[in-house]
């Protein structure tokens, strides 16, 4: 009997606005944009503590224009949040929104901070079978604070 090999998916993210800042992860690809969510914002050492979105169109004025989007907010829907046209990033997998290398999606984290990422696949591996995912293979540069102390002046 053969068991079927479980796909990976493999990005790399990169701040919009500072592309040395950059996380290369591995994950499932039954992962559910919310897991990948969590995954990209642990990378970078940030508090997971705030609504988000992933959008086809990667400009900082004009994601939500996207013709792709997903939402925490479509998620939220019934504890009184408007509706923003936007999928569920809990029920949508991975594998729905990046089909083939290269696919991007901007990842914004923080509606009032916008922290703006590219979330770029960059490759699809094999789930080895003592590996633990989600797994970060490389971190370039250093993670900016995520709440930055507003005395500190550079």
Same mark, same amino acid.
């Given at each position: +009997?053969?068991?079927?090999? +479980? ?18 992860? *591995?994950?499932?690809? @039954? =992962?559910?944009?919310?897991?990948? #969510? &969590?995954?990209?914002?642990? #990378? ?6 705030? #609504? ?17 989007? !997903? *939402?925490? =907010?479509? @998620? +939220? *829907? ?24 290269? @696919?991007? +999606? ?9 922290? /703006? ?6 490759? =699809?591996?094999?789930? &080895? @079978?003592?590996?633990? !995912?989600?797994?970060? /293979?490389?971190?370039?540069?250093? #993670?900016? *604070? ?6 500190? &002046? &550079?």
């Amino acid at each position: +009997m053969s068991r079927r090999l +479980m796909k990976t998916y493999i990005f790399n993210t990169q701040l919009l606005h500072d592309k040395l800042i950059q996380r290369e992860i *591995e994950v499932p690809e @039954d =992962f559910s944009l919310y897991k990948l #969510a &969590e995954v990209i914002v642990n #990378a970078y050492d940030f508090d997971f503590d705030h #609504a988000f979105g992933f959008f086809s169109n990667i400009s900082e004025s004009r994601y939500f224009d996207s013709d792709r989007k !997903y *939402e925490l =907010f479509a @998620d +939220m *829907e019934d504890q009184g949040i408007e509706p923003t046209g936007a999928e569920s990033v809990e029920k949508t997998k991975i594998s729905k929104v990046w089909k083939n290398i290269g @696919d991007k +999606m901007l990842f914004l984290f923080d509606y009032g901070d916008n922290w /703006l990422f590219v979330v770029k696949l960059i490759s =699809f591996g094999t789930k &080895e @079978d003592k590996a633990i !995912y989600p797994r970060i /293979l490389k971190k370039n540069g250093k #993670a900016p *604070e995520q709440y930055p102390d507003p005395d500190e &002046e &550079e």
